[in-house]
């Protein structure tokens, strides 16, 4: 049998996102964040090529892509509750990890494996920063996916673009359990 790292799987079988909003400060400190990039950076990446990299936001950038939001948001016509919602992110911002995808051109690695990679880095950044005793969230929302908001507010290129803003701070309150799928309604076993 495999040696087992049972801490490690107890932190696994009972991890909880903090919701962003309940985030307060303080946030990690640089050294802090160093340790959970590195462990984002260690994120499963098909033929190693890196398909994502990654933006910290901190201090004066909140206040900046905030108003951003409130600009891009009027012009695209979107609701002033659209808005103020993704307002509010960054309104409540203590530090805050942009994932960013950057696909590679590969004739090994399709473009939808790079995708997926992405995403597994924005699990593991929560993960790194729930395992470190932060606060943290996955979050994402229309800024996301309006290139003018990425481009001019994050420096994104034209072939970039956002798998996930991850929010650390400190945990203000613990949210109750949420219900999990029932494995059987979503598993199916093939043995033969």
Known sequence: MPERNQPALDF?????SRPAKTLTTPGPS??????????GART???????PWRFIVLEGAAFARLAELVRTRGAALGKSEQDIAKSVKQFEDGVTCIAVVESPKDSPKVPAIEQTYSAGAACL???NAG???GWGANWLT???CYDRGFVEEGLGLAAHESIA??????????TPPERPRPELQEITTWISD
């Open 44 to 50: 499963p990446d098909h033929g190693k090529l890196e």
């Open 30 to 39: 640089r050294e802090a964040l160093e340790v959970i990039l590195t462990a």
């Open 12 to 16: 696994l079988l009972s991890r909880r």
């Open 130 to 132: 729930l395992a470190s």
């Open 124 to 126: 593991a950044l929560v």
């Open 164 to 173: 996930g803003l991850i929010y650390f701070g400190t945990e203000q309150i």
């Open 141 to 143: 929302g229309w800024h």
